[in-house]
């Protein structure tokens, strides 16, 4: 991924290279982590780069079946907390909450390149206090400026967490991960082979 999207002739091509080069900047945080890493709450926060990833899932899930109208209701269940949301559980891999986020993407894609029209309309749920009461629906458009707003929200979460694990920053991750031949920066290696060995990539 280059440090920068890609330059695009219209409206469409722009949100969804912006959503797609936001996402593969999120991901890159966990390049090279172990599943005991990417849990790890290593900031001030509580949050953890796992718990990001799965979120980041989650929320293009609940958006696109907005989109879709098929969904009105809160994006967590009732019995969920933000542990349950922001973290992963015992149970789950890095490696899966990475697949299910491309899977989340994949499908993003897939629905925004079916329909015509950046402006229709995209109804608000109602009864929740995060939305605004007075507003009865969004568009298409407005939904992928929100993913893209959500993604970079989180990706600098993101940033901050894994610097604070080992140091590791994107660009230096970046070359690792794609293997860049540019001088300027130094890929990012483990601190560790014996540990290495045990890292998830995230393609």
């Known amino acids: 991924m280059p440090g920068y999207a890609p330059p695009a002739a219209d409206e469409r091509t722009a949100l969804i290279a912006y959503l797609a080069h936001q996402r593969r900047a999120l991901r890159v945080t966990a390049y090279g982590l172990t599943d005991e890493q990417a849990r790890m709450a290593a900031s001030a926060s509580e949050l953890s780069i796992g718990g990001l990833i799965k979120h980041a899932a989650r929320c293009e899930g609940f958006w696109v079946d907005l989109i879709l109208q098929r969904q009105r209701g809160p994006q967590r269940k009732a019995d969920e907390s933000d542990a349950d949301e922001f973290q992963?559980?015992?149970?789950?891999?890095?490696?899966?909450?990475?697949?299910a986020y491309a899977e989340a993407a994949e499908r993003t894609d897939a629905v925004i390149a079916?329909?015509?029209?950046?402006?229709?309309?995209?109804?608000v749920p109602r009864g929740l206090p995060w939305f605004p009461a007075e507003v009865k629906e969004w568009s298409v458009r407005w939904v992928l400026l929100h993913l893209i707003e959500e993604t970079a929200r989180h990706g600098g979460h993101a940033d901050v967490i894994r610097e604070s694990i080992d140091g590791a920053t994107l660009y230096p991750l970046l070359a690792a991960a794609e293997a860049w031949?540019?001088?300027?920066?130094?890929?990012?290696?483990p601190a560790s082979p014996s540990v290495g060995r045990q890292q998830t990539p995230i393609d």
């Open 88 to 99: 992963l559980a015992p149970d789950e891999s890095l490696a899966e909450a990475l697949a």
């Open 114 to 123: 079916g329909i015509p029209d950046l402006g229709q309309a995209v109804p």
């Open 181 to 189: 031949p540019d001088p300027w920066f130094q890929p990012w290696e």
